[in-house]
């Protein structure tokens, strides 16, 4: 028989989990509006060309990852591979430039890209974001780094590693480019064979392969953070003493060039030692000349990127989620067929009053519907039949306890919400 699965690379996230990422998504929310960021939502796919300009052609991405197809109008189309270049052609399409700079902008969403699926490594794989664009201030970045640590400590994780690393910009970087190349040149043999070929496309790209020789070689390569001039020099060193002054520690690791083009000074990743080999849970920094690359005026900006599934994962093995509560607080167990119209009835005025309430939809017998109020974790269970109506009274049941009291019907809403206020926080709290 034919089985349908999920596609390689991709998976669902089911309740359990895709509770934690709600909740992962308020606290970004809360907190990146705290520093003056607002939403943006983009499509999630562009014109092909969108990324091959801002990525770079000759990265791993471009090259290799993107999911680009032709769309029935001859266009040729990728799901993002990442959020950054979307948000700017955004910035420029809208001309955001004219609005109060710098533009402070969040985002969360899936991103694709084609790579070999392992732990922590996906196909599809959802992102955290923020851009600040329009200022060049060394304190944006270290705002921004400062954002990213602050959040990870706000769901709870503790043991996080920071690199920062300067990656120079166009005044200084085609000097180190050149010596570079040289050195590459010159162990040429030790190389692999994409390497070979990066020497002459695009050298930093060595610092990102993963084959242990090359990185064995790159080891000794010249390094752009001991070639950067004076401006880029001061610029990094004022994010350093930013990031002093905030008691942020920090690993300056002069390997660090993430695997994107766009990217010009400051650069940064935290890693997580609660994740396996995957174990890069956000990255960021500056691109001083990708709004001019979509045709906007000279603007600075920065930004970084947190993988939702690692970040999710490392805060679930911290065992920082607080709660993931799922229960429901009332279930109306309908005695019989005469009491279902005011069972519906009250299953409305329950939810009015913002108590969370269900009935059997199953053609369950009374003792049926009992067993899945258990199963399914409700607090309480209110007995509704023809009896009950008749009375006037009905019975609330405990759940957990076992214990039963009686109220009069008209002021079972009152009572339930008295009950579940003096109890423990309901779904309709749930964790925080
Ligand atoms: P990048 O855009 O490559 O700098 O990625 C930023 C963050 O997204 C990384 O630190 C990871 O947490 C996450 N990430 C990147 N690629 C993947 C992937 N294929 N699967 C899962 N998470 C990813």
């Not at 509006?33 to 983009?42: A, F, R, V």
């Not at 109506?389 to 214990?403: H, P, Q």
């Not at 926080?425 to 749930?430: A, F, K, M, R």
Request: one cysteine or more; glycine letters at 8%.
């Amino acid at each position: 028989m034919l089985q349908f699965k999920a596609p390689k690379g991709t998976t669902d996230i089911l309740p359990d989990v895709a509770r934690r990422w709600q909740y992962l998504e308020r606290k970004a929310a809360e907190l990146f509006s705290l520093y003056g960021y607002e939403p943006i939502i983009t499509p999630v796919f562009e014109h092909t060309e969108i990324f091959q300009r801002s990525i770079g052609m000759s990265t791993d991405i471009v090259q290799k990852e993107m999911y680009t197809f032709m769309d029935k109008g001859g266009r040729s189309l990728t799901l993002r591979p990442e959020g950054t270049a979307p948000v700017i052609r955004a910035y420029v399409e809208h001309n955001m430039n004219l609005l109060p700079q710098p533009v402070k902008l969040y985002y969360t969403g899936p991103m694709f890209r084609y790579e070999r699926p392992q732990a922590g490594r996906y196909r599809q794989f959802w992102q955290l974001g923020i851009e600040a664009i329009g200022s060049d201030d060394p304190a944006i970045d270290a705002e921004t780094i400062l954002l990213m640590i602050n959040y990870f400590k706000s769901v709870g994780l503790k043991e996080l590693t920071l690199y920062i690393n300067s990656m120079g910009c166009d005044k200084d970087r085609p000097a180190y480019i050149r010596l570079l190349k040289d050195y590459a040149g010159e162990n040429r043999e030790k190389l692999c064979k994409d390497c070979r070929k990066r020497i002459d496309l695009n050298p930093l790209r060595l610092f990102d392969c993963k084959e242990e020789s090359c990185q064995l070689v790159m080891q000794d390569a010249p390094k752009m953070i001991d070639y950067l001039d004076e401006a880029c020099k001061e610029h990094f060193n004022k994010v350093r003493q930013y990031l002093d002054m905030q008691s942020i520690v920090y690993i300056i690791k002069p390997e660090l060039v993430r695997g994107l083009d766009y990217y010009t000074k400051t650069a940064f990743e935290v890693v997580s030692p609660l994740l396996g080999a995957q174990n890069a849970i956000g990255g960021g920094g500056r691109y001083n000349k990708l709004v001019e690359e979509f045709g906007g005026p000279p603007t600075p900006g920065i930004g970084f990127a947190i993988g939702t599934e690692r970040l999710s994962i490392a805060v679930d093995k911290e065992g920082a989620f607080v709660s993931t509560d799922s229960k429901m607080d009332v279930f109306i167990a309908i005695a019989d067929e005469a009491a279902k119209s005011a069972a519906i009835n009250l299953l409305f005025a329950l939810r009015e009053a913002k108590i969370s309430a269900d009935i059997d939809y199953m053609g369950r017998s009374l003792k049926g519907q009992l067993k899945y109020a258990d199963k399914r974790g409700f607090k309480y269970t209110v007995f509704l039949g023809s009896r009950e109506l008749e009375s006037g009274k009905v019975a609330i049941k405990n759940m957990e306890t076992g214990e039963q009291i009686e109220v009069p019907l008209n002021e079972l809403v009152d009572k339930l919400l008295e009950i579940i206020k003096q109890n423990q926080p309901s779904i309709s709290q749930t964790i925080d």
